[in-house]
């Protein structure tokens, strides 16, 4: 049966137009409503995810119509709007950009586009931008237009007004550099900070951000205060289910490393593992925590650079890893992890210290990203997809089991390693792409 739901793709001519902050402020605006808000991130990212998820109460999913495929995308939506009144999805970069682009998403599904556009530097061109948006495209629709970073109600009532009649006008944010004076706070506070701040892989981690629920109240405030929160108009969400695995990982234990060092976890991929009927352990390395037991390892993505003295000091951790390896036990590192599982670890600054030594090999962060992609990887246990994005250069000290492609013929084909049972690389795997291959990944 279709189900309806009010839905957004919440869209902008470029990165950089604040897309995720008008998201976080509408999820978390709309929940404080009561209101069932779902909201998903299109393409491979993990930061902005972890914002959206404080700022609606619920997991953000990905939905990549190349990663994860055409129906996982429609799985995803359909159970959404079983459960929710709202369904936000975050759009990435500009919204033609790409392949597939967040305008293919909207076009194969039907949402309607809300168009954030940056008006800080402009006024009545914004009109044209917005109509530029509008027409590019017949099978995309723009709904609607959002105002960031304005600095008053009069130059919001420029952009507004050279707005053409057949667009909706959603209000504003004001501009992110100054705080949130709104007598609005709920703390009694007379203002906030309304920005949210980023390092080099994008936004700074939500975990790592002690205000940040005061950040998005802010961003809550300034919205209310500046639009109606009405309804975008509901949208038929044909029937599709979420693919299962057939590969049992039943009695099987997994440990899996999650901190400030280990954060860059698709909650897909936990769904797959424990749909597979394993049995799923989190430790924090840098809290301490010894390697719980277990059959199999994953150690995932995340900032090991920016905590290299403490995951050094480990040795107890390190001596673990490296016993469980020998033995021939599964162990999967991303990106971050392949890092860790390295001999040595240099930060950008220089400061190098020894990590876990599962793979021979060094690596250093650099000043300027060195790697992005999609990436299709075709593994023994099966063709798997994901992505590449990181700022670290690798020299290790093997052969390659394989290297991942990249489908839009990009430079990013990043090798794989594999020594007994461990498998590394810089490839974040995106498990729906494959659910067997994922598990086949932690069977011994």
């Known amino acids: 049966m279709t189900r309806h739901c009010s839905a957004w793709l919440v869209s902008a001519p470029a990165s950089g137009q604040g897309k995720t902050s008008v998201t976080a402020a509408l999820a978390r605006a709309h929940a404080r409503l009561g209101r069932r808000v779902r909201v998903f991130k299109t393409g491979p990212d993990f ?14 999913y990905q939905l990549d119509a190349w990663m994860g495929g055409e129906h996982d995308v429609r799985a995803q939506l359909y159970q959404a709007a079983g459960e ?21 998403l909207a076009a194969r599904f039907g949402l309607p586009v809300l168009a954030v556009i940056d008006g800080s530097a402009m006024a009545q061109t914004f009109g ?8 590019y495209r017949s099978d995309v629709t723009v709904q609607g237009v959002f105002a960031n970073r304005v600095g008053s109600d009069y130059h919001a009532k420029l952009l507004r007004e050279s707005l053409p ?43 790592e951000l002690e205000d940040l629920d005061a950040r998005l109240e802010a961003l809550a405030d300034a919205l209310e205060a500046r639009s109606t929160l009405s309804l975008p108009p509901p949208v038929p969400f044909a029937p599709a289910t979420i693919a299962a695995p057939t590969v049992s990982l039943a009695g099987l234990r997994i440990a899996i490393a999650r901190d400030a060092a280990f954060a860059f976890l698709y909650p897909a991929n936990i769904d797959v593992l424990r749909a597979a009927g394993a049995s799923l352990t989190f430790f924090s390395p840098l809290a301490g925590d010894a390697l719980p037991p277990c059959d199999a390892v994953w ?21 673990a890893l490296r016993a469980h390896v020998d033995a ?8 971050g992890g392949l890092l860790y599982a390295l001999d040595q670890l ?13 793979l021979r090999g060094t690596a250093m962060v650099q000043p300027r990203m060195t790697a992005l992609g999609m990436q299709a990887v075709a593994l023994p246990e099966g063709d798997l997809r994901g992505h590449s994005f990181h700022y670290a250069r690798a020299s290790i000290d093997a052969e390659p089991l394989t290297h991942a492609t990249n489908p839009n ?15 590394a690389s810089f490839v974040h795997l995106y498990f729906p792409s494959h659910p067997d291959a994922a598990a086949r990944l932690f069977l011994p």
Not at 84 to 103: R, T
Not at 409 to 423: I, L, S
């Open 409 to 423: 013929g990009g430079p990013t084909t990043e090798a794989v390693y594999r020594r007994a049972r461990m498998t």
């Open 84 to 104: 929710a009144d709202l369904i936000l999805v975050e759009g990435v970069m500009g919204l033609f950009d790409g392949a597939p682009s967040s305008a293919d």
């Open 47 to 60: 930061l902005d995810p972890m914002i959206l998820a404080r700022a609606s109460g619920s997991p953000v």
């Open 128 to 135: 044209a931008l917005a109509h530029g948006l509008a027409t």
């Open 165 to 207: 009649p057949s667009l909706a006008w959603h209000g504003t944010l004001p501009r992110d550099t100054t705080p949130c004076r709104s007598a609005l706070a709920r703390d009694g506070s007379s203002e906030r900070p309304i920005s949210l701040p980023e390092r080099h892989l994008g936004l700074v981690s939500a975990d």
């Open 299 to 319: 150690l995932p993505g995340g900032y090991p650079e920016l905590h290299l003295d403490t995951l050094a000091a480990r040795v107890d951790l390190r001596n």
């Open 346 to 358: 240099a930060d950008r600054d220089g400061h190098a210290a020894p990590m876990a030594g599962l």
């Open 328 to 335: 021939g036990r599964p162990l999967l590192a991303e990106c």
